[in-house]
């Protein structure tokens, strides 16, 4: 390891995460092809247009992946995460994804998730401590080998 040096820091440096996430990306597209991330983004916009709400995520490898769902509080009850969840899947299944997963606090909106059709298959226990994270998937109705 002669040459090199390591260095530990708390200050994200965009320059490092590219150097990071290009070469990983180079990387993986050696063994399963390009990733075709593409974002998606489901907005929910009170009546003046502003954004109070929605989904953030992405599709690739087959996959929706929704990262961030947010629905206020005065507008749960009424349909409205399950209507924005469903935009993401139709749109998901329009670009060919098979499939789609999520992760969920414990305090958060698992039986909300397991009602639209998500299943657990893995548990992160004490993340924070006391709590568990958890992640869901849900198959889409496309086979994965139908692109």
């Not at 991330?37 to 954004?51: C, E, I, W």
């Not at 998901?92 to 059709?117: K, M, V």
Request: a neutral charge.
């Amino acid at each position: 390891m002669s040459g090199y040096t390591f260095a530990i820091t708390d200050v994200p440096d965009p320059e490092v995460r590219i150097a990071i996430g290009g070469a990983l990306k180079q990387f993986n597209e050696t063994q399963v092809g390009p990733n075709q991330r593409h974002p998606l983004v489901v907005v929910v916009r009170d009546k003046a247009g502003a954004a109070v709400g929605g989904l953030w995520g992405m599709t690739e490898h087959g996959w929706l992946f929704t990262e961030l769902l947010f629905i206020p509080a005065d507008l749960r009850g009424q349909g409205i995460g399950t209507r924005v969840m469903e935009m993401a899947e139709r749109e998901g299944i329009s670009r060919g994804c098979h499939s789609a997963w999520l992760d969920t606090f414990e305090w958060q909106a698992r039986p909300f998730y397991e009602r639209i059709g998500y299943e657990c298959f893995g548990e992160l226990p004490d993340y924070p401590v006391g709590f568990s994270r958890f992640f869901m998937k849900k198959s889409l109705g496309l086979r994965s080998n139908q692109r």
